[in-house]
């Protein structure tokens, strides 16, 4: 009997997952376990994805999907819903879990996680700041010293990582992108107010460099790591890169913490990462089921976290045992994906994102005013809900 899995296989990680589905199969003697190899791009993934599953085909019967992708192969009937195998979720991160579901039901168990975080020079800022006041403070005193050319560094750019930072902000401000109701919020007062001090801080006046309006994850470690700011918002990889004197700068005088909210709020952070979903027209659904529930074990999660360095889904398995085993300071990783915000869970997200990221550009590099654009994303996103069937007064 075949077994077929499909996801990230390039690398550590795939060198893991490969041990992983052998340990599966020697412990299934009557099943063979296959990787069907897909692009390491996510778009490239997702359109192969889409392919299969529009086709009916049977395999993969496992597949990785992005935390962005649950909802839309859901509500195409491409994925099963797993109520039927009893799965226990109890020991699940709650954004990890929510990004999971659509309408009330599981679609998808978490496999890692990632996570928004700020780095930040710990020899020009000693303590990382509490709030968003802190963080201008302490940016600009390195601004005005001299210490840096900026204060602060995020991912700018008209793609999916920009979506990520304004989640920050908003999660910040109080804000969302879509309500608990799959209302469209991002025209509220928090969510222009979130919009407005992104485009304060990327201005002439403000503590990020307008280059950053270009900048993807790379550009903005690059930038970090040969001294450009005082402060990095990026995800967990770029820990040991900026770690290795060899090529860091700052090498050795670098810290991690979350992202600080706004007066007394919370810390924030924008959820990432992984999760694994059953093929609706598999032709093994619970051998398939099996498949997942091993990979999500927690002696598996900590074999990955060991090997490839990424972060373990549930929060009971960040102790004494993940100490040494990732790269990057258990503490402030915990405590970022103790208050992890998923972007919207709906199956139209990728349409969604393509509309708020011109609007956010557009805000951002002063073509049109924060409120104007936010209005304006806002009534397209309705629209493309009520088109849907998905605005909160329509039929599914």
């Given at each position: 009997m075949a077994l077929t899995f499909s996801g990230s296989s390039l690398g550590a990680e795939g060198a893991v997952l490969r041990s992983q589905l052998d340990r599966f199969a020697a412990a299934h003697p009557d099943v063979r376990v296959e990787l069907r190899v897909t692009p390491d791009s996510a778009d490239q993934r997702h359109q192969l994805y889409?392919?299969?599953?529009?086709?009916?085909?049977?395999?993969?019967?496992?597949?990785?999907?992005?935390?962005?992708?649950?909802?839309?192969?859901?509500?195409?009937?491409?994925?099963?819903?797993?109520?039927?195998?009893?799965?226990?979720?109890g020991d699940f991160f709650p954004a990890a879990l929510e990004a999971s579901r659509w309408r009330s039901r599981l679609y998808a168990l978490p496999w890692f996680v990632d996570v928004g975080l700020l780095y930040f020079r710990n020899d020009l800022a000693p303590e990382p700041p509490r709030t968003l006041d802190e963080l201008d403070r302490a940016a600009r005193r390195s601004i005005e010293a001299g210490h840096t050319r900026s204060g602060l560094l995020w991912q700018g750019a008209r793609y999916e990582g920009l979506i990520a930072v304004f989640v920050e902000y908003l999660a910040a401000f109080g804000g969302g992108i879509l309500g608990s109701d799959g209302r469209v919020i991002?025209?509220?007062?928090?969510?222009?107010?979130?919009?407005?001090?992104?485009?304060?801080?990327?201005?002439?006046?403000?503590?990020?460099?307008?280059?950053?309006?270009?900048?993807?994850e790379e550009e903005v470690r690059l930038a970090f790591q040969n001294g450009g700011a005082v402060f990095m918002r990026n995800w967990p990889y770029a820990w040991p890169l900026l770690q290795?004197?060899?090529?860091s700068r700052v090498a050795g005088r670098v810290a991690v913490a979350p992202l600080p909210?706004?007066?007394?709020?919370?810390?924030?952070?924008?959820?990432?990462?992984?999760?694994?979903?059953?093929?609706?027209?598999?032709?093994?659904?619970?051998l398939a089921w099996m498949l997942v529930e091993f990979l999500t074990a927690p002696e598996q999660m900590l074999e990955r976290a060991r090997l490839a360095a990424q972060l373990p889904a549930r929060p009971s398995l960040y102790d004494e045992r993940l100490d040494g085993a990732l790269p990057i300071p258990v503490p402030p990783v915990r405590q970022a994906l103790e208050h992890a915000v998923p972007r919207p869970v709906t199956p139209v997200y990728s349409e969604l994102s393509e509309i708020l990221q011109v609007a956010i550009h557009r805000a951002l590099s002063g073509q049109q005013a924060p409120a104007a654009a936010l209005s304006e994303a806002a009534a397209?996103?309705?629209?493309?809900?009520?088109?849907?069937g998905l605005s909160p007064s329509g039929t599914p």
């Open positions: 889409v392919q299969w599953l529009n086709a009916q085909s049977a395999a993969p019967d496992v597949l990785q999907l992005d935390v962005v992708w649950t909802a839309e192969f859901a509500g195409a009937g491409w994925i099963l819903p797993l109520e039927r195998f009893a799965p226990e979720v991002v025209d509220e007062p928090e969510a222009v107010d979130a919009l407005s001090r992104m485009r304060r801080d990327v201005g002439p006046d403000g503590i990020v460099t307008r280059s950053a309006l270009n900048w993807r290795d004197p060899a090529r909210g706004r007066d007394g709020r919370p810390p924030v952070a924008a959820l990432g990462g992984a999760q694994l979903a059953i093929n609706a027209h598999s032709a093994h659904p619970q397209a996103m309705r629209n493309v809900l009520a088109r849907s």
